[in-house]
């Protein structure tokens, strides 16, 4: 049975692939309408990088509620919604997607109505929700509109234009920067400390927290800088260590408190403390007054795996610089020989003496 549940950061990946799935015919209707040109200027050579950038930048942006389909423990849908105007009490939902092997069962527009459902819940009298006219979203269109949604008949035009000449690069600019990552760090436009895009939010009981990921909005490719703000009574995440990575922790606002092997002790404002690679960098942040805490964590940005000790946990993690690739995290209880399920290979594949 298909249950909806508020969104985890475990669900990241999976809700990526699924929508690539479901807006895989979209992006192709897309393309037939706009032909070549138009379709590659606006979403790039490849579409599918162009769209997980953009519900990874929604499943980390903290004014976005997301909400996921469940079916026996795996994610089939989710839903993004979200206040765009307090003073005309307008809500939107921008982003429903459910996968292709789920769909024609409903779970669309019961994610639809939850959204809905919440948007009312804050106040908000008129819910908006944008779609595509063309053959790939006709789907989404007769949900919408069996909800009740009216249609406001409108047009957007594109037209592609001559290639501009090329400019000079600016001064200081690193040549190996990409286009993309130059793109990504301008609309940040400069990350700051004193005023932090906040672009991950963390929403499980007790470890409640938001997250700027100050180095990837400067374009960092091999370093890792992260603000953590922790509200009061929540810890910044489960007790843990490294194999792969050097930490580096810096207290900016509160007094959180640190476990480590050696057990509790409270810091300050000001503090900073490494965490070494293996067993004896083992750490824990935690809120345990009333205000809340800011703190700066440095690191590398290369694969990476962390055990957590409390939970009998192992996680591997890719850690690709524009984030996502592979992300999985283990039971212990769950590991097995190293040659489980091997077979000998066949004795017909050898080669002939």
Known sequence: MTAIR???????????????????PVFASVGEVLGEELHTLLHGRNWREHQARDVHRTLGDTATRIWVAE??????GFVAAAVVD???LIGEIGMVAVDPAAQ????????????MAWLRENGMRVAVIGTGGDPGHAPARRVYERLGFRLFPSAQYFRALPRPLPAPPTRGEPAHISDERKAHREAVNPPSITRPTFDESREHPGFRSRRARL??????????LSMFELPAGEAAYPYHWHLGEEELV?????RPSLRTPDGWRVLEAGDVVAFAVGERGAHQLVNRTETAVRF???????PDIAVFPDSG???AFERRPEGGGLYRIFRDADAVDYWEGEQPPPRDDEPDA
């Open 86 to 88: 307090d003073a005309r």
């Open 313 to 315: 946990k192992v996680g």
């Open 215 to 224: 180095g990837r909005q400067a374009g960092t490719e091999r370093l890792g």
């Open 104 to 115: 024609g069962q409903g779970i669309g527009s019961s994610l639809t109505e939850h959204a």
């Open 6 to 24: 508020g969104y985890r950061p475990e669900d990241h990946d999976a809700i990526v692939e699924l929508s690539l799935r479901a807006w895989a």
């Open 296 to 302: 700066l964590a440095f690191s590398g940005q290369q």
């Open 71 to 76: 079916d026996e423990c795996r994610v089939v």
């Open 250 to 254: 810096v207290v900016l606002e509160g």
